[in-house]
């Protein structure tokens, strides 16, 4: 029984260890804008998670990445249809990917989290994927460390 809420605290417990990752706030102004005829997915999870799990991110069929507690990513996809799937990676226990199926219209940002849910049991979890109002996802993606594509470098003149 020990055992079992040790595992428990790691799982839902997080951790406080520094990143080695950037903040989002820190590369923010080097994300070039979308472009003609694409729109733009980023992908986060706003809570903390043990680092031993990390939800693995796709989008039809293709792996984006993988983000941990705090993280963030993003995708420019063509407008139209797209189906996000995440899964979990690392220690946690088996259960099924969750789908979400978007229509992206040219030019606008969609903000997805992902983040257990709070009301499945610790012992059969399920994941979420949220569609967030452009504000409040701000808010949370500035809390966030950025682990998406390399961005270039601007350098101050």
């Given at each position: 029984m020990v055992g079992l809420l040790c595992f428990l605290a790691g799982v839902f417990g997080g951790c406080a260890t520094p990143s080695k990752y950037p903040t989002y706030v820190s590369v923010s102004e080097r994300i070039q804008p979308v472009q003609e005829g694409y729109a733009?997915?980023?992908?986060?999870?706003?809570?903390?998670?043990?680092?031993?799990?990390?939800?693995?991110?796709?989008?039809?069929?293709?792996?984006?990445?993988?983000?941990?507690?705090f993280q963030a990513m993003f995708i420019d996809h063509h407008a139209g249809s797209i189906k996000v799937t995440v899964n979990s990676?690392?220690?946690?226990?088996?259960f099924t990917p969750k789908d979400l199926l978007l229509n992206l219209v040219a030019g606008e940002t969609r903000y997805i989290q992902a983040e257990v849910d709070p009301n499945s049991s610790p012992f059969s979890p399920h994941l979420r994927l949220i569609i967030k109002d452009p504000d409040q996802a701000m808010q949370e993606l500035n809390n966030c460390f950025y682990v998406g594509p390399s961005l270039p470098v601007i350098r101050k003149e």
């Open positions: 733009r997915v980023f992908f986060y999870t706003a809570t903390p998670l043990s680092q031993d799990i990390f939800f693995k991110f796709s989008c039809d069929g293709e792996r984006i990445g993988e983000a941990r507690g990676g690392g220690v946690w226990p088996a």
